[in-house]
């Protein structure tokens, strides 16, 4: 049966490629903030593109918080995306100033350390073995834009509760490229801008709904 998957409308966010990216993938695409639609669906995606602060106030004003707290708390699947990443952290920081994000993981995005900014263009990451959205893309090259990210992992899990798989990729310094983090998934990178690799990404997170 086809996968439900929405597309959060929360008036940012690259829309349009996304959209097509998760039709691509198989799944059946609807762009809303439809509260009912968005607990529904098999799966959510949060897309995200601009500034840490007027993403947070772009979801906090249309319910995104919310929706995506919800999912969570009833293992419902949710994949966000460059920013749509960076927001499930606890704050970013730009310019001096610090945003609280949505708090799902710890840790600060800041700005990378590197001779040029934005990090725009192709590169590899290093996915553990074990990784889901990498099944068999483990060394293909991904498309990123952006100057911040999170540059530690501090997430403590005791078991039984398994350890998240993250992924990381090297642009002046080490930054996390992806998580996977029980229904709760990520990347840095825009896999519906990474050609077939990011499709067969976003095939692999369609099929584990």
């Known amino acids: 049966m086809t996968k439900t998957v929405v597309v959060f409308d929360y008036g940012t966010g690259n829309i349009h490629s996304a959209m097509k990216a998760v039709e691509a993938a198989g799944a059946r ?58 927001v499930l952290f606890d704050a970013g920081v730009e310019g001096g100033v610090e945003t609280p994000g949505l708090g799902q993981w710890p840790g600060v995005v800041r700005r990378l350390e590197a001779p040029i900014l934005p990090h725009m263009g192709w590169n590899t990451v290093t996915a553990p073995a074990d990784s889901t959205l990498f099944a068999g893309i483990g060394g293909e090259r991904f498309y990123f834009v952006h100057s911040y990210a999170a540059t530690e992992w501090t997430l403590d899990v005791i078991p039984p509760f398994p350890a998240p798989r993250v992924t990381w990729c090297e642009y ?38």
Not at 188 to 197: L, M, T, V
């Open 29 to 86: 695409a609807v762009l809303t903030r439809d509260r009912a639609a968005c607990a529904d669906a098999d799966g959510l995606l949060v897309p995200g593109v601009g500034a840490f602060a007027a993403v947070m106030d772009a979801l906090r004003t249309h319910g995104g918080d919310e929706v995506i707290e919800r999912r969570l708390a009833g293992g419902r699947p949710v994949l966000g995306i460059c920013v749509g990443m960076q």
């Open 172 to 209: 002046g310094e080490p930054f996390v490229a992806a998580v996977e983090n029980g229904p709760l998934s990520a990347t840095q990178f825009h896999p519906e801008k990474s050609g077939a690799a990011g499709i067969r990404l976003l095939t692999n997170w369609v099929n584990s709904l």
